[in-house]
C-alpha cells in the first residue's frame, strides 16, 4: 500500500505563511507528478500547483507569485510553501501523487486525507 499524508494546517492570519508538506511511503517504485488541489466549504476540487518528477512547475492563476511547490525527492515528500495569504484561500488541501506501486503493482494516482487551512482574523 501508498499513503500520503499532509500535515502544517491551521489558521492564520491574512497575509500570513504556511508551509504545507506532504509525505509519501509504502511500496514505491517511482513517484512521478505531484500536486496539491484545494476545496473550499459547497465548492469543486481544484487544482493549486504541480510539480513533474523532472522539477516543472505549474500553478493556477489564483496564486502565481504567492504559493510555491516544490518536492524532495530523497524524501519522498512534496511542499506547499503558501505567503500572503487572502481569506479565499481557506480550504482543505488535498496533495495527490502518481505513483508506480510494487504493491499493488502498477500505476495509480494516490490521494491524501487533507488538511485545514483557515485565512481569518
Known amino acids: 500500500q501508498v499513503q500520503l499524508v499532509e500535515s502544517g494546517g491551521g489558521l492564520v492570519q491574512p497575509g500570513g505563511s504556511l508551509r504545507l508538506p506532504c509525505a509519501v511511503s509504502?511500496?514505491?517504485?517511482?513517484?512521478?507528478?505531484m500536486a496539491w488541489y484545494r476545496q473550499a466549504p459547497g465548492k469543486q476540487r481544484d487544482l493549486v500547483a504541480l510539480i513533474s518528477s523532472g522539477g516543472s512547475t505549474n500553478y493556477a492563476d489564483s496564486v502565481k507569485g504567492r504559493f510555491t511547490i516544490s518536492r524532495d525527492n530523497a524524501k519522498n515528500t512534496v511542499y506547499l510553501q503558501m505567503n500572503s495569504l487572502k481569506s479565499e484561500d481557506t480550504a482543505v488541501y488535498y496533495c495527490?501523487?502518481?505513483?508506480?506501486?510494487?504493491?499493488?503493482?502498477?500505476?495509480?494516482?494516490?490521494w491524501g486525507q487533507g488538511t485545514q487551512v483557515t485565512v481569518s482574523s
Open positions: 495527490t501523487a502518481r505513483i508506480i506501486s510494487t504493491s499493488p503493482p502498477g500505476t495509480y494516482d494516490y
Open positions: 509504502g511500496n514505491i517504485f517511482k513517484i512521478y507528478t
